[in-house]
């Protein structure tokens, strides 16, 4: 019962893999499938065939 609480806040979960994403500028990440889900108007579009597969090396390149 205590789930549904939670589940409002701003923590986006992978649809293919159920892990979490990691938010970058445009995109939120799943590191697991190497997927990049595309952000709209600030609403994250989590569909997997809206998913952009990551380059490899771009797991790494998290500095800022
Ligand atoms: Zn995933």
């Given at each position: 019962?205590?789930?549904?609480?939670?589940?409002?806040?701003?923590?986006?979960?992978?649809?293919?893999?159920?892990g979490?994403?990691?938010?970058?500028?445009?995109?939120?990440?799943?590191?697991?499938?190497?997927?990049?889900?595309?952000?709209?108007?600030?609403?994250?579009?989590?569909?997997?065939?809206?998913?952009?597969?990551?380059?490899?090396?771009?797991?790494?390149?998290?500095?800022?």
């Open positions: 019962m205590d789930g549904q609480a939670l589940a409002r806040a701003e923590v986006f979960v992978c649809p293919r893999c159920k979490a994403l990691a938010a970058a500028a445009e995109a939120l990440r799943c590191a697991a499938c190497r997927l990049a889900y595309p952000v709209a108007d600030g609403i994250p579009v989590l569909l997997i065939d809206e998913a952009m597969p990551m380059a490899s090396g771009d797991l790494s390149s998290s500095s800022e």
